[in-house]
Structure formats: C-alpha cells, structure tokens
C-alpha cells in the first residue's frame, strides 16, 4: 500500500485518502445508495429520485429522464430529452460544487409521489458536477440494481454490507463517497465529473442509447473519458484495468405441444407414449447448441470471431488454483492450461444453459407430462460479432434442427429476449495508463490490462456515443477501491486536456 | 341407462340405485371423505382417523395399523399387525351391518390426538363390514390422496365437486356412499367387504406389503376379489373394466459439479468457457434416454418386454379424435393409428422427463451457471419388467454415456425414488365377467375388457398378497359411478363362493 507514496505526497489525494480511512467504517454502515432506503414497491422512479436527492445534496444538477420502450427509435427523435420529471428546478449548470453545503440528509423520498415501473417507459437520471472548462469531464455510469442482493444464486456482487444494503448499488456508492471526501477535505475534484444513472430492472436500454445520442450535444457534449466499475472477478489477476468486456445474446426456445396456449400438463400414465413430449424435443434442441468442451455448434456463429486473435502478453492468465478453489470444482475445462482458460474466459465466445422453465419446479416427484416447456441460454460474444447476427443464425439452427432432424410436429419460438454489444477499447488509448497508474499508486504493484468476461449493456454504448475512451476498474472495496476511485479521478485530471 | 332392466327388476339394486338417484345431489355437497375435513397439519394419520371414524359410523370393524418405513422388511414380521393406534375399542367380528344404526356425522375428528406423518413410519387402515361364510368377500382400495386437488398440473383426477373438495378422495367416497345407500334402503350388502386404506404422500409402500403379507391369514384369509377404481381416462373407450396397469419407476439424475455441496452457483459472465457446466451433462445424459418416437434406448430395458404381445381384439383401439383434443395437441405419435396408440398406451413401456431441477425456475432471466443440476423421469413397465432390473439397467447405462461418452469430470448420481410393479390380471377371470355386467347394468352398451397406461403400487401388491383377482373400475361419477359399484358388488355376489 501507498508504495509509490511520491505520488501522493502534499497532492489533494492525500488528504482524500486520510479521510477516507477515517470514514471507512461509517461509509460501511450506510445502507443504501437512495438514503432513505427505498422500498422495492417504488419502482425504477422512486429509487433513480432518491439517488436524484443524494446527488443534488453533493451540489449536482440533475435531470431525472423519461425514456420510452420498445421500438421507438425513429420518433424518439422528437421526444424532448430530459423530459423532467421531478418538480424541482434544474440546478443552474456550472455551479462550483465544492461551495455549495452538503445537504445533511433526511428523508425526503417519503415525501415524493410514487412513481411505478411501467410497461411503457423507464427512467434515466443524468447528473453534473462543476463545468470547468479547464477541466477534462469524466462521465460515470452506474447501474444501480432494483433487484435485492440476497439473491442466493447471484454471488458475483461485492457486499459493502451484505445484511444492510437493499440494492446493487456496488457501481454508484462508492463514487459518492468518493465525492463526499473531497468535498469534506475542501478540495476541488480534479475533473468535471458526470453521472449517468440507470436501475437495471425494466430499463429500456435501447431508448437509453437514443436518448444519449440525441443528448450528445448537450449532456454528453464535454465528456472526454467515461468509466464503469465492476466487481472483482476472483481467479483474474488482480490489480487490473479492463479495456474489454464480452457482450451477450439471450435466448428462449418454448416448446408447445399443446395447440391451446392455456392448456394444463398432460399425465404421464394416462397418455405416456403417444405424446410427442414437448420436453424431449426441447433437450434434442438444447443438447445440439454446445459440445462437452464448450464449443458452439450452431454453423456462422464462429465466423465473426476474430481470427488469431488472442491475449496481448500483457494480459495476465488467470490463476488456475484461485479459479478452481473459487468455484470448488475438481477440474476446469481446456485441460486447466492457464492460457487458453484466459482465451476462453474473455477473447471466445461462450454458452451456457440457464434453465428449463415451464415443468413443475417445486418439492416430491410429480408424473406430469408438461405440454409447454422453455429453454433459457445465452451466449457470450466477442468483438466482430453482433448480436442481430447472432440471434438470426440461432434462430435459423434451431428452427432446421426442430424442423429437420427432430421431426416433431410441436411448434418451436426461439426469442432473443435481451443483448449486449461487446465492447473493447484500444489498450494504447492514455486514458488506460492513467486508470493503472491510479490503481498502483493505491495497491501497489503493477497494474495489468485485461478484458472480461462479463457484459455491460452501457459499455458499447458509451463507446458509440462519446467521443472519448472509457475503462472498467474492477474494485475490491475491501482493497481500497474508494482510494483507487479518488486516485483516478486524479490521474485523469492530469491527462493533456486538449483532444479536441 | 338402465338398458338392461332385467337385471333389477325386483332385486336389492332398484331399491339402491333409486336412493342413489334421489341422494346425488346430496352426495355431491359433502365435502370430504373424512368428514369433517382434515386440515393437510393432521397428516397421514389424522386423516386416516377421520376415515375410519366415517367407517365406524357404517358400522365396520377398523384397525389403523403403523408400519414402518424403509428397509425393515426382515424385523416387521414381529411387529404385531393392527397395532391399533386410536383407543378406541376394536368392534367385534360378526355384526351385522344392516343392523347397526348409522350413527350421525358429527365433529368428532377434532377431539382425537393429533399424529402427524413421522419420517419413521406410516399408517394403514383396515376395515371390515360383514363376517357372513355364506358370502364372497370383497376387498376394495383406496388411496386417499393428502395433496389437495387444486394442483393444476395434475388433472387426472375427477371431481366430485372441486371447490369443496379438500383431499381426492375419488376412490374411497364413492364406495362410502354405495354401502350408505345400501343400508338406507335396509339392504344387506350382497357381499362381505374390507377396506384397505392408504394415505398416497408418505406412505412406506413396502412396509404396506409387508404388513399385509403376514396378516394374510387374518384380514386378508377370506378375500376373495379385490377392486380399485381410477379415473375414467379420456380417448379410451368407455365403458371399461381395467385388467392390467403399467409398472413405474421414478428416477432422478443429479449432476454436481462443485465438490462443496453447499456452492451457490456462477456467473456465466465471470465463468462462462472455462467450467464444465453440469447443465450441459444433464441435457446430454437426458438426451441420451428415449429417441424422437418414444423408444427407450437403454440397452436391456426393453429385453424383458413379452414378445409379441399385442392387445387382444376385444381392446378397443382409443377414439384419436377424443384423445387430440383432449390434449390439444395437433399431432399424436405413431402415425396416429389407434391400433398403435393402444399398445403405447398400456402394452409398451414409455418414458417422459418431467423437469430440471436446481437451476432457477422464477421470473426473468438470470445468467448464472448452475452448479448442481437433477433431472426428473420415469418409466412406465409392462409386465416381464421388473422396477429392480431396469433401475439396475439405467443406473449403468446413465453412468457409462456419462463417463465414456461425454467425458465430464462432473459427479453424477442415479437414484430410483419410487416405483410400482406393473399388474396384470388373466382376462378370462368370472370376476371380471361380473363386473363387465354390472358397468353394462348401468350404462349399456359392451364394456370392453382393457389394460391401462397408469400405474398403481397397490395393484400388483395385491395380486401378490391375495389368491384372488383384481379388477379396476375406471369410474366417471357423472355418468353413474355410483351406481356401477353398487351393481359390482351385488354382481360378484352372485359369483360362485365354491372357490376354495
């Protein structure tokens, strides 16, 4: 820690990190990123408004957006952007934040209407702090999860506080403290820092990417460098910075033998074996996407990848022990070669089988014969493969297979109920130097770049519609990730400002 | 109806089917077979009461029996039978039904002690109304079902009134109101009859056997014909007289891929391409079992299928329209040829996959790895087959295709959860004459001799147990259920008693 402690010395960061070691117990014992904690029933609106709060209370402007579902694109265009819908005034822009009072907080939610999540739009909170021209603007995304932490089968979420938290709120609390350290230290962040805030559940991601583009003149007009942060992925060598992440594809097959839609599960005893079983047909289809060694069957889908393409030597293979023992299997795949488990962790395409949704679920042993069964998996892509592709060629393969191989006369609707574009980033850009200087200065060491596994919906996204590059910082928050989050906001401000 | 008049005029059964006319509706209001309902807490046992308290006031004798579960088969012979459980005192042999009042129903379940269904043991009950040596003795069975009836992927099972009906009670309530009608209209039965009744959930059927097997020579020394009902099925001819069912084996398939049981699962974004994912050998393994026109693929399992047997003509071949629109299916197997539907029906075995078990079943779509996956399936047997051998034959083949085939470091696991011997009685029993004349009694027509696709532990456990034969009733009680039991019993009372 603090090896390289020239970096900090007489710098703003370490009165920042003095601070933050302080704090670091109370920042533990805040609950949740919408203070007061906002009950689940509030939907999207009611939590991106108290976030709203939070922020205004740090001295941002803000602008609590309504943004439309489904295919819209073409008259989005005409729809105002930051339709507010908060009563409150617009903060006036280029307010200097640090002069403003930090708001002591109070429970203020309670008072606003509730507004629910509806099938016909989602919310968007964009968020500002300071305007100084001769400052670089750093654009933050957060993705604060509407869905409760104690979901048993989703482990991949840092626990700030895994008893107190009520959202996912990893990607945004950490930044807020970070904020409020500067502010309580009475120093200038050393960027114009921007906030673009987004509650997973229900949003139209689609209408985000338009509303951002139609926006780019404006809220996204000065935004030289944007950021995200992911959890820590164990196994991955750590400390790192990602320049890429992989994007997604995910697909429902239903099987239907029944021609009416409400109609019940048939008896195995009363009609086994003169049924085409829609659950036979969905395992022949299910069993024909991916062989025992993970490679994906469906003919085209490899064409995309890009050919010979493989990890920089700067990318660090994975620690086969730590990967192992994370997951407690006894063996990984690819003959545990620490090299191709790095390949297919984040340069190859992957598939997994999620679930089978549609037979009985519950506890004992039902004889049923369920007449609509649906397959879920998604897919995994890497650079040069688009997801429209990816689902056009799966949607082919399955419905051939069904038709051609299967032979059964029940009806099949495969559907890509959800995507992401990969995103990767040219590991040359400085932007990446400055992340890993940022991460150094706080655990020492040096710093690889990597890509990952995961997908971020927003990361293609920003890619699109800034002109700028954008890192994630994966952050143990129990290694210092709000020091590493203060020292990049410093670095960055050290970057040469004139891009234009 | 009533085609046949001959048959009553001037017998018991005019007298009984015009208070079963007059008292249907009535039938129809009550509500459970132990009356007053049993809330699901009483369990096994307190149901059971119930039942032989409604027994009681018919005037039987009763014994609820305790039987033990699992593998005690060696050291049940030196528990007593008929250990009696209520405190109440076994009503001696020999009474007369006809002459004993029928007591009022009244809320007499609430004051005994509550007994719930222990992990240890199950319970029995045995009945009897009648000692008459000039008489044959009927034994008939009924499984009363402690799951309710408004479990919608089951819809096997007729209502009587499905609003109020709390527990499925259709094969014991109908014989009750039978013996009622018989005593309103003071008419001695025209036979001796027991009851043997079992509660489905919880109950240690090889314990069942057992304690039958060695009370042989006392509640089972004098019986002679045995019955139980099931529902009417659909698409098969009705009217009918069941003389075989099919055998069950219920088998669960597990597959773990992390050694410590207790591991949630992974992220397919953090992980996905480097595990072999236990999903994947399920849906392999599962693929693996029957082929696209139902064939079984385990080897051995269909060596034991009697060669070349084949419905006799007098089974009727299944209504194919009946059956695709009760199932709401475009499309049946086999060609739709009812002479083929009929022998996959009840004379093949057949096999289903009724659910994936340990992925997340809820809303949405999540992206984790499951790292413990079971799936469920059965298999139907004809006779020849044996539960033990094609356990045995599937254990083998699941773990060979798992280990040589698909080649996964994955850990699995077969298990056989239950199952049932198929039964099969010989057509040309007088017993089934008579019951053949008593469904053409009431609703005309030819009943047809058939065997059944369903399955049920009891039937091939009494074959065994008694040295009589067994018929099953498939009953619609809108069309005169009720009726055909009273004329079955008055019909196998003129069966020849010279059998000794």
């Given at each position: 820690m603090y090896e390289d402690k020239a970096r900090t010395e007489g710098s703003t960061l370490k009165e920042v990190f003095g601070y933050l070691d302080a704090h670091l117990k109370l920042v533990n014992s805040r609950e949740d990123v919408s203070s007061p904690p906002s009950p689940r029933g509030f939907g999207q609106g009611g939590v991106l408004r108290g976030v709203e709060e939070r922020l205004k209370r740090l001295g941002a402007c803000t602008e609590l957006c309504v943004v439309p579902f489904g295919q819209v694109l073409s008259s989005?265009?005409?729809?105002?952007?930051?339709?507010?819908?908060?009563s409150l005034p617009v903060v006036p822009a280029g307010?200097?934040?640090?002069?403003l009072p930090v708001v002591p907080a109070g429970p203020?939610?309670?008072?606003l209407p509730v507004v629910s999540v509806g099938q016909t739009y989602s919310h968007l909170l964009l968020a500002g702090l300071?305007?100084?021209?001769g400052k670089v603007t750093v654009l933050v995304h957060s993705d604060v999860d509407l869905?409760?932490?104690?979901?048993?089968?989703?482990?991949s979420h840092v626990d700030?506080?895994?008893?107190?938290?009520?959202?996912?709120?990893v990607s945004l609390l950490p930044w807020l403290h970070v904020v409020e350290a500067f502010q309580a230290v009475k120093q200038p962040l050393p960027i114009n820092l921007k906030f673009l805030v987004?509650?997973?559940?229900?949003?139209a991601w689609e209408g985000v990417e338009q509303c951002l583009l139609t926006s780019k003149k404006r809220f996204?007009?000065?935004?030289?460098y944007s950021c995200i942060t992911l959890d820590r992925s164990p196994g991955?060598?750590?400390p790192s910075v990602i320049y890429g992440l992989r994007g997604l594809c995910y697909f429902t097959v239903e099987v239907t033998?029944?021609?009416?839609?409400s109609h019940s599960d048939a008896h195995s005893g009363v009609y086994g074996g003169v049924l085409y079983e829609p659950m036979g047909d969905l395992l022949f289809l299910l069993n024909?996407?991916?062989?025992?060694?993970?490679?994906?069957?469906?003919?085209?889908?490899?064409?995309?990848?890009?050919?010979?393409e493989e990890p920089p030597s700067r990318d660090a293979e994975p620690d086969v022990e730590e990967l192992r023992s994370t997951l407690a299997v006894s063996r990984l795949a690819h003959k545990e070669d620490s090299r191709r488990l790095l390949l297919h962790l984040a340069w190859l395409p992957s598939l997994t089988v999620h679930a089978v949704e549609g037979a009985w679920s519950g506890p004992g042993a039902r004889t049923t014969v369920p007449l609509r069964v649906k397959g879920h998996f998604s897919v995994r892509l890497v650079p040069d493969q688009t997801p429209d592709k990816v689902c056009l060629r799966f949607t082919e393969y399955l419905n051939k297979v069904h038709r051609?191989?299967?032979?059964?006369?029940n009806a099949i609707r495969v559907e890509l109920t959800s995507s992401a574009r990969p995103w990767v980033q040219d590991?040359?850009?400085p932007h990446l130097g400055a992340a890993q200087r940022a991460v150094r200065t706080v655990l020492g060491g040096s710093p690889i770049l990597t890509r990952g596994g995961g997908s971020s919906k927003m990361a293609a996204v920003l890619q699109r519609v800034t002109v700028g590059s954008l890192v994630a910082l994966p952050l143990d928050l129990n290694m210092g990730g709000l020091k590493v989050l203060a020292a990049y906001l410093h670095e960055v401000g050290q970057l040469d400002t004139n891009w234009h």
């Open positions: 989005l265009s005409v729809v105002p952007v930051g339709q507010v819908l908060s307010q200097v934040l640090s002069s203020v939610l309670s008072s300071g305007e100084d021209p869905q409760p932490t104690n979901r048993k089968d989703v482990h700030l506080q895994s008893t107190k938290r009520k959202y996912d709120d987004t509650a997973a559940e229900g949003t996204l007009s000065d935004v030289r991955t060598r750590f033998g029944a021609d009416d839609p024909c996407l991916v062989d025992e060694r993970g490679k994906i069957l469906v003919p085209g889908v490899l064409d995309d990848v890009v050919r010979g051609h191989f299967r032979r059964s006369p590991p040359d850009d």
